[in-house]
């Protein structure tokens, strides 16, 4: 059974920095792409970064480009997100997912964790 669990998250004012971890189970994790999504009121769910399986190929988009770091660690089945210089505009339940396709980059899948609350204001 795969399972994610998403932590990490909380408030910060504007300009402040949180790193957000997922832990995976129950799949091998080294075998996908995976991704930070993020689920803003209005909008829906939006993907924010990927990374490849081996972890040195990723890509943000543009609006947290330079701001955030996608990183894993496939000894420890863990996702990483790093992020600086948060805006309010970044407040939204972030969730980790994998990709559909196996070793492939490919959209998310409807795996997802119980998410993590990001709540940037002042």
């Known amino acids: 059974q795969v399972q994610l669990v998403e932590s990490g998250g909380g408030s910060v004012q504007p300009g402040g920095s949180l790193t957000l971890s997922c832990a995976a189970s129950?799949?091998?994790?080294?075998?996908?792409?995976m991704y930070w999504v993020r689920r803003v009121p209005g909008k829906g769910l939006e993907w924010v970064s990927y990374?490849?399986?081996?972890?040195?190929?990723?890509r943000y988009r543009d609006s947290v480009q330079g701001r955030f770091t996608i990183s894993r660690d496939n000894a420890k089945n863990t996702l990483y997100l790093q992020m600086n210089s948060l805006k309010p505009e970044d407040t939204a339940l972030y969730y980790c997912?994998?990709?559909?396709?196996?070793?492939?980059?490919?959209?998310?899948?409807?795996?997802w964790g119980q998410g993590t609350q990001v709540t940037v204001s002042s």
């Open positions: 997912s994998r990709a559909q396709i196996i070793r492939k980059f490919s959209d998310p899948s409807e795996h």
């Open positions: 129950g799949f091998t994790f080294s075998n996908y792409w």
């Open positions: 990374i490849n399986t081996e972890g040195d190929m990723a």
